[in-house]
């Protein structure tokens, strides 16, 4: 299974592009939707999920109406998700994938996710793009994420997700480095270093410490988890210079989202 994930500027036309979906035969089991700005009440009306991983906040679960998300009536997966993300906010989860980006497996209000939800919390979702995921639902945007089953699938998506006006993940992270790059080039230059030569170095190390699995991990914490992902670049100043400044930003991401000034 392969990952196809769209960025679209409202939920509205996440669902429009959901429904084209379903007619060009994708099945509601492989389509997941994210979306930003789940009511208050949706998120805590609904009992605390024994699963709940640390960090998640006070409110996860709430699976909506059974199999039927609450996706503008789209019948999506097994379970829609309402619950609060930190660094994110409020969000509604519709499709197994989409439930378990966050973590949610087993039983969630009383519902079960699905064996794939319970033996991993991100099926065929790739480590390096879930911050993207997160940032794109930050920014108000909403998701798409179909499991596409081979190549020529993944492609006809991608066709369609682009038709229906979505910015692809890859166009949506160029599009978040660009913004940054200026204030990395000025941090990494005013130390006597090339941001020219090494911005390929430095990114791979920023966006390193994006990754959930080594969030708020120091360089030495998460030294063998790098040295296996990373092998060849690892011990470059220029990845280490970018992990730390990784660091700082997901940080102040998490602070911002959790309403911290």
Request: a negative charge.
């Amino acid at each position: 299974m392969e990952a196809v994930a769209g960025v679209f500027q409202s939920a509205e036309e996440a669902r429009a592009a959901v429904a084209q979906l379903r007619v060009a035969g994708f099945s509601p089991d492989d389509i997941n939707l994210l979306y930003p700005g789940a009511s208050e009440q949706q998120i805590h009306s609904v009992p605390v999920s024994e699963t709940e991983q640390p960090g998640m906040g006070s409110a996860i679960g709430g699976v909506v109406g059974g199999a039927l998300g609450l996706a503008g009536g789209f019948e999506l997966g097994t379970a829609a998700v309402s619950l609060l993300v930190p660094g994110v906010g409020p969000v509604m989860a519709v499709g197994i994938a989409a439930a378990a980006l966050f973590g949610i497996g087993g039983v969630v209000g009383g519902a079960k996710l699905g064996a794939t939800a319970e033996e991993e919390s991100t099926p065929g979702l790739p480590a390096d793009e879930i911050f993207f995921y997160e940032d794109a639902l930050r920014r108000g945007r909403s998701l798409i994420i179909v499991m596409a089953n081979g190549k020529g699938e993944a492609e006809r998506v991608r066709e369609l997700l682009a038709e229906t006006g979505a910015e692809s993940i890859d166009a949506a992270r160029e599009a978040w480095w660009i913004g940054l790059r200026d204030a990395e080039k000025e941090h990494y230059s005013t130390r006597g270093h090339s941001f020219e030569e090494d911005q390929h170095l430095y990114r791979e190390g920023f966006e390193a410490a994006l990754r959930r699995d080594l969030r708020g991990k120091s360089f030495d914490d998460a030294e063998d988890s790098l040295r296996a992902e990373y092998p060849d670049i690892c011990d470059t100043p220029a990845f280490r210079s970018g992990y730390e400044r990784g660091r700082v930003y997901i940080t102040s991401q998490e602070n911002v989202g959790a309403g911290v000034r």
